[in-house]
Nanobody, 124 residues
Framework: QVQLVESGGGLVQAGGSLRLSCAAS?????????????MGWYRQAPGKQRELVAT???????NYADSVKGRFTISRDNAKNTVYLQMDSLAPEDTAVYYC?????????????WGQGTQVTCSS
């Protein structure tokens, strides 16, 4: 059983900051193996499709949506099987449910695992 548990969401005023955490556990995350996988954060606002926020590869390379570049920072602590998303200069348009993702090799393809999501609400 694979579990991704997000935490750190909440209500913040525009210009404020939040730090999201995602703790990974389960058979594929034993022995600090989270470091083998690409991890990411996605978000879904009401009435909109889920969209990529940021990803970080096993080698530490990062990728960000244009809308969050320079404001959000993704990082990982493989020893703790945890990935983080530091969100600064938050704006009302960042309001969404934020989901943690693990992109894991499976057979000759990949399998995606998702957390349950954490709500981030930014008021103007």
């Amino acid at each position: 059983q694979v579990q991704l548990v997000e935490s750190g969401g909440g209500l913040v005023q525009a210009g404020g900051s939040l730090r999201l955490s995602c703790a990974a556990s389960g058979s594929i995350f034993s022995a600090n193996t989270m470091g083998w996988y690409r991890m990411g954060w996605y978000r879904q606002a009401p009435g909109k499709q889920r969209e990529l926020v940021a990803t970080i590869t096993s080698g530490g390379s990062t990728n960000y949506a244009d809308s969050v570049k320079g404001r959000f920072t993704i990082s990982r602590d493989n020893a703790k099987n945890t990935v983080y998303l530091q969100m600064d200069s938050l704006a009302p348009e960042d309001t969404a449910v934020y989901y943690c993702n693990a992109h894991v090799p499976y057979a000759l393809a990949y399998r995606d695992y998702w957390g349950q999501g954490t709500q981030v609400t930014c008021s103007s």
